[in-house]
């Protein structure tokens, strides 16, 4: 099983992310959660302490890796480099475990316009082609809106783009977008988790802009999550309702 979950910030991707991959440990499964968020704060909703996420470095961020896998030198960085790096090791290598899930946290590229050529962004690229077209692991990745990361081959062989969204029109955009960016990378169905819904009111306003066959399931705002948040705690440990109701997007996710 792999799975790619996109949204903007603030809206609780991290946490489905988060609940779906202890949910799955929780049966046995051999997991990897993939943080490639710039914001990355998977590791703490999974159940890591702040300081043993303090001493885990992003794989973007390790210059001296990205430059022996690559190729790339201080002469020839950003010029000359393989596009192809060997990365089949780095998993085992560089994911801490917690809690049943092994945590990759693999930063991100900063990147304008149309992106990036450059050795982090090709170290980076061929593992999470190598996570989801060769790794055997149920693969639960916590991304930003874009989907940068991933190439046409490798986002075609992903099980399910999941957008949390939140009950508002921005929410609903950011949706779209994700549906065109994923069509360009030939995948033509993109689910979506309505998260913080507080009411019928929400519900039906979801319902009402989002296609039926696309709607996953429905979290309710509960405040024991944020809680968690502030108290550097998994919501899985803390938040049995939100807990729940991702089991049962879970369930609709095996059943397809």
Same mark, same amino acid.
């Given at each position: 099983?792999?799975?790619?979950?996109?949204?903007?910030?603030?809206?609780?991707?991290?946490?489905? /992310?988060?609940?779906?991959?202890?949910?799955?440990?929780?049966?046995?499964?051999?997991?990897?959660?993939?943080?490639?968020?710039?914001?990355?704060?998977?590791?703490?909703?999974?159940?890591?302490?702040? +300081?043993?996420?303090?001493?885990?470095?992003?794989? !973007?961020?390790?210059?001296?890796?990205?430059?022996?896998?690559?190729?790339?030198?201080?002469?020839?960085?950003?010029?000359?480099?393989?596009?192809?790096?060997?990365?089949?090791?780095?998993?085992?290598?560089?994911?801490?475990?917690?809690?049943?899930?092994?945590?990759?946290?693999?930063?991100?590229?900063?990147?304008?316009? !149309?992106?990036?050529?450059?050795?982090?962004?090709?170290?980076?690229?061929?593992?999470? !082609? @190598?996570?989801?077209?060769?790794?055997?692991?149920?693969?639960?990745?916590?991304?930003?809106?874009?989907?940068? @990361?991933?190439?046409?081959?490798?986002?075609?062989?992903?099980?399910?783009?999941?957008?949390?969204?939140?009950?508002? +029109?921005?929410?609903?955009?950011?949706? @779209?977008?994700?549906?065109?960016?994923?069509?360009?990378?030939?995948?033509?169905?993109?689910?979506?988790? /309505?998260?913080?819904?507080?009411?019928?009111?929400?519900?039906?306003?979801?319902?009402?802009?989002?296609?039926?066959? /696309?709607?996953?399931?429905?979290? @309710?705002?509960?405040?024991?999550?944020?809680?968690?948040?502030?108290?550097?705690?998994?919501?899985?440990?803390?938040?049995?309702?939100?807990? +729940?109701?991702?089991?049962?997007?879970?369930?609709?996710?095996?059943?397809?």
């Amino acid at each position: 099983m792999k799975i790619a979950i996109t949204g903007k910030g603030g809206v609780g991707k991290t946490t489905v /992310a988060a609940i779906l991959a202890r949910l799955y440990a929780d049966e046995g499964r051999r997991v990897l959660a993939a943080d490639v968020d710039p914001d990355a704060n998977l590791g703490m909703a999974l159940g890591f302490t702040a +300081e043993e996420m303090a001493d885990i470095i992003p794989i !973007s961020k390790m210059r001296e890796l990205i430059a022996e896998r690559t190729g790339a030198s201080n002469e020839t960085y950003g010029k000359f480099f393989r596009i192809n790096p060997k990365v089949d090791d780095l998993p085992d290598k560089l994911a801490k475990e917690k809690n049943g899930v092994k945590l990759l946290l693999l930063g991100t590229v900063e990147t304008g316009g !149309s992106g990036c050529v450059c050795p982090e962004h090709a170290l980076l690229r061929q593992l999470i !082609s @190598h996570l989801i077209i060769r790794r055997d692991d149920v693969v639960i990745m916590d991304m930003e809106a874009g989907l940068e @990361h991933l190439g046409r081959g490798t986002a075609g062989e992903m099980d399910q783009f999941i957008v949390v969204i939140e009950p508002g +029109e921005r929410s609903v955009q950011t949706y @779209h977008q994700v549906v065109r960016l994923a069509k360009d990378l030939g995948v033509k169905k993109v689910r979506v988790v /309505a998260n913080k819904v507080r009411n019928a009111e929400d519900e039906a306003f979801v319902r009402s802009r989002i296609p039926e066959d /696309a709607l996953l399931g429905v979290v @309710h705002y509960e405040g024991d999550v944020q809680e968690a948040d502030r108290a550097g705690k998994s919501p899985y440990d803390t938040s049995k309702r939100t807990v +729940e109701e991702i089991r049962a997007i879970k369930a609709r996710i095996d059943s397809e």
